[in-house]
C-alpha cells in the first residue's frame, strides 16, 4: 500500500546536476530499503542506487559512482538521489522503489527484489 512519486526530472546540459526526490504516502517508509533504477527506451531497467532502510549503508552503480548519491530522510517519509556532472548516457526514466527490509545492510540490484515503485521522472541530459 506504500505510495512512492518522484519528482526534479528535466532537461539539462552535460556537466549539470539535478536532484531527483521520491515521497513516500506513509511513515512505513522508515522500514524500508530503497532503491533507484533508471531505463533509457528499448533498454532494460538498471540499478543505479540503493540505501538500507536507516540510511547506514549504500551501493551505487560502476558507471555513477563518486557522481551521484542517494540519501533517505525518514522523519519526511522522502528519499533522494543527487546527480551531478551528469553524462548524456545518464538520461532515462528515473524510478524510486521501496522494500521492506527487516533492518538489512544488504542492499538489493534487481528490479523484481523491490515491491514497491514510483511511476518515473524523466531526466534528459542533452551534449
Known amino acids: 500500500q506504500l505510495q512512492l512519486v518522484e519528482s526534479g526530472g528535466g532537461l539539462v546540459q552535460a556537466g549539470d546536476s539535478l536532484r531527483l526526490s521520491c515521497a513516500a504516502s506513509?511513515?512505513?517508509?522508515?522500514?524500508?530499503?530503497m532503491g533507484w533504477f533508471r531505463q533509457a527506451p528499448g533498454k532494460e531497467r538498471e540499478f543505479v542506487a540503493g540505501?538500507?532502510?536507516?540510511?547506514?549503508?549504500?551501493l551505487y552503480a560502476d558507471s555513477v559512482k563518486g557522481r551521484f548519491t542517494i540519501a533517505k530522510d525518514n522523519a519526511q517519509n522522502t528519499g533522494y538521489l543527487q546527480m551531478n556532472s551528469l553524462k548524456p548516457e545518464d538520461a532515462a526514466v528515473y524510478y524510486c522503489?521501496?522494500?521492506?527490509?527487516?533492518?538489512?545492510?544488504?542492499?538489493?540490484?534487481?528490479?523484481?527484489?523491490?515491491?514497491?515503485w514510483g511511476q518515473g521522472t524523466r531526466v534528459t541530459v542533452s551534449t
Open positions: 522503489a521501496a522494500r521492506l527490509s527487516f533492518r538489512e545492510l544488504r542492499i538489493r540490484t534487481l528490479p523484481n527484489e523491490y515491491e514497491y
Open positions: 540505501i538500507s532502510w536507516g540510511g547506514g549503508s549504500t
Open positions: 506513509d511513515p512505513n517508509f522508515r522500514n524500508c530499503a
